[in-house]
């Protein structure tokens, strides 16, 4: 059973106007101002949020001044999208996370709290795993499902999975973390914390919403489901994604043809890089591609830049997110909404360059005429 029923409260999708008026007069108020009915009379009109998000919050702790941060920047969030928390998509409740005051800054420690405490209302009201930015399955589950439970389902898995008593897998300190947050997910996804309900459906399920590194472990976890007899062996058949050819061989619709024909060439020609490097090349200048046809859509091919256009590129991924003109197979990222890393942004920054620095020193066949490229 969950902590919290969504049918218990008031969850009409559309603001009224008196509603839209007095979340418009609190994001007014200075951050130091009350907002609580006591002090506020117009908080009134705001009960039927202030209760769930209360019981959301009281969850994992009693604390009224983090509660009134919570509280303040859930009703900013709804004055700007003129919406309910209710009715959020995906997008917006990624986007209220990575705007929230704890997603970075000096402010994270104090705020992170109140970051579980949005992911919780996303998951018990709204029915949403909201798996952007800082997120922990294994805290999200703790929270709902209970401490003891979690961790005594995750360590059944364990025990078949580590040491000589078990598959015979590494049960480092690292191994256990890992372990936990995937079984937590399929916990989240099946919406309960007893592994005997998991299916093959949860796991498929689950492991969509991983990150590339967790992905593995998932096929670890259905070993010793199987082991424990809650999954057959024809199961794991459907865990495992039949092998992708390399990322410049697929299709990119999204990516004008004369960029794509460009990048292709650029990084099956250039000798001497070991695949990982082509691999990443080719994904950073994909995203420039996609860049140019969400901004710049008269701009198909490296030779139509300048100095002005490549010096927006530059400010554009300076404050890029994580995640943001990803493709749908990369938009698992855990870290999607938050910045981008000065590293990443550095990786991004040197791949063109060194894109049309190379494109100008040597001649790379492209519609099958080798040609360097001159700028205007």
């Not at 096929?219 to 199987?226: E, P």
Request: charged share 25%.
């Amino acid at each position: 059973m969950m902590p919290l029923v969504p049918e218990n409260y008031d969850r009409r999708i559309a603001l009224s106007q008196e509603e839209k008026d007095a979340l418009a007069e609190i994001a007014r108020l200075s951050p130091t101002a009350h907002i609580s009915p006591a002090y506020r009379p117009v908080a009134h009109v705001l009960s039927r949020f202030a209760r769930p998000l209360y019981d959301c919050y009281a969850l994992r702790r009693d604390d009224a001044d983090g509660f009134s941060r919570f509280l303040r920047y859930m009703y900013g969030a709804m004055a700007r999208t003129e919406t309910p928390f209710w009715a959020w998509t995906q997008e917006e409740w990624l986007a209220a996370l990575a705007s929230a005051p704890a997603a970075t800054g000096p402010t994270m420690r104090v705020w992170s709290g109140e970051l579980v405490s949005m992911r919780l209302v996303a998951y018990l009201l709204c029915g949403r795993i909201v798996a952007g930015g800082r997120f922990s399955s294994t805290e999200l589950a703790r929270t709902v499902f209970g401490r003891e439970r979690v961790t005594t389902e995750c360590d059944r898995v364990a025990a078949v999975l580590f040491g000589l008593d078990g598959e015979g897998y590494a049960g480092g300190s690292d191994q256990r973390r890992g372990l936990s947050a995937v079984v937590a997910f399929g916990m989240l996804v099946q919406r309960s914390p007893s592994i005997d309900d998991f299916s093959r459906d949860t796991l498929r399920t689950a492991r969509g919403l991983l990150s590339a590194n967790q992905r593995p472990i998932m096929r670890q976890v259905a070993r010793a489901l199987v082991r424990l007899d809650i999954l057959r062996d024809e199961d794991l058949a459907h865990l495992t994604d039949a092998p992708l050819p390399p990322r410049w061989l697929r299709d990119h619709p999204d990516v004008a043809p004369a960029w794509l024909t460009w990048a292709r060439s650029y990084v099956t020609q250039t000798p001497g890089w070991p695949e990982k490097r082509r691999d990443s090349t080719f994904h950073h200048l994909l995203v420039v591609g996609r860049w140019l046809a969400a901004y710049h859509p008269a701009v198909t091919s490296p030779e139509e830049w300048d100095e002005a256009l490549a010096e927006k590129y530059v400010t554009w991924t300076c404050s890029a997110l994580c995640g943001q003109l990803a493709s749908a197979q990369e938009r698992h990222t855990l870290h999607r909404g938050l910045p981008l890393r000065p590293s990443s942004i550095t990786l991004r920054l040197f791949a063109l360059r060194c894109f049309f620095k190379d494109l100008q020193k040597r001649s790379y066949i492209s519609d099958g005429v080798p040609r360097k490229v001159r700028f205007a």
